[in-house]
């Protein structure tokens, strides 16, 4: 079962920063966050990942609150080729832990 | 960053035959693989855990005698349909777990379309 919750859809504009938030209340120790993008009939994209800290790199940055619970995807100047669906997933690191996808935000970015 | 490619992207096939998928790490070996199946506007349905030298461990409801996976190295996972039927139509895509050191991430492959007539 997924353990996460995403808003079903957002749109945003070209060049402005989309904020996808994610709710993992759940969430135990030793999960980390992950978020994947599927760009229309392609394997999804890995994005970033984190377990407590903020991480940055060149494709996003990931907020997670102080209590794990939530997190939130930021895609700093968002372009057209920005537009998927993007997966919030709780995982734990070692190579059997599975990586179970919800229904994911579909992200409209709109000229 | 790490690449997992999928054969064949596309397949249309005949009711009553088999279809072989195949997934490969091609820059990292990874010793356990995921299967998933997405239908059309649905999310990604993890079918099975394949693990290298060892049998697959299917998820609730899949069945492993229709859906044979072998990992037979360190880098290549197969799916084989067996006995396709129209319902088998599905974008099949599979995923490599890529560890140690910072690692830890699932790569993607691009998907196989299977369409059965």
């Known amino acids: 079962d997924a353990k996460t919750t995403q808003p079903p859809s957002m749109d945003c504009a070209e060049g402005r920063a989309a904020n996808l938030p994610c709710n993992h209340s759940?969430?135990?120790?030793?999960?980390?966050v992950y978020w994947y993008r599927q760009i229309h009939s392609q394997g999804p994209q890995y994005i970033i990942h984190?377990?407590?800290n903020n991480e940055t790199n060149e494709m996003a940055s990931l907020i997670i609150t102080e209590d794990r619970k939530s997190s939130t995807l930021i895609l700093p100047h968002a372009t057209l080729r920005d537009t998927a669906v993007y997966y919030c997933?709780?995982?734990?690191?070692?190579?059997?832990?599975?990586?179970?996808f919800g229904g994911g935000t579909r992200v409209l970015v709109k000229p | 960053g790490a690449v997992v490619s999928q054969h064949p992207s596309r397949v249309i096939c005949k009711s009553g035959t088999s279809v072989k998928i195949e997934c490969r790490s091609l820059?990292?070996?990874?010793?356990?693989m995921f299967w998933y199946r997405q239908f059309p506007k649905q999310s990604l349905m993890l079918m099975a855990t394949?693990?290298?030298?060892?049998?697959?461990?299917?998820e609730q409801g899949v069945e492993k005698d229709k859906f044979l996976i072998n990992h037979a190295s360190l880098t290549l996972s197969t799916l084989t349909v067996t006995s396709a039927h129209p319902e088998d139509s599905s974008f099949y895509i599979c995923?490599?777990?890529?560890?140690?050191?910072?690692?830890?991430?699932?790569?993607f492959g691009e998907g196989s379309r299977l369409t059965v007539l």
């Open positions: 995923s490599a777990h890529r560890g140690g050191g910072s690692g830890g991430e699932l790569f």
């Open positions: 759940t969430i135990s120790g030793n999960e980390y």
């Open positions: 984190g377990l407590k």
């Open positions: 997933i709780v995982r734990g690191k070692a190579a059997g832990n599975k990586l179970t």
């Open positions: 820059d990292f070996q990874a010793t356990t």
């Open positions: 394949s693990n290298e030298g060892s049998k697959a461990t299917y």
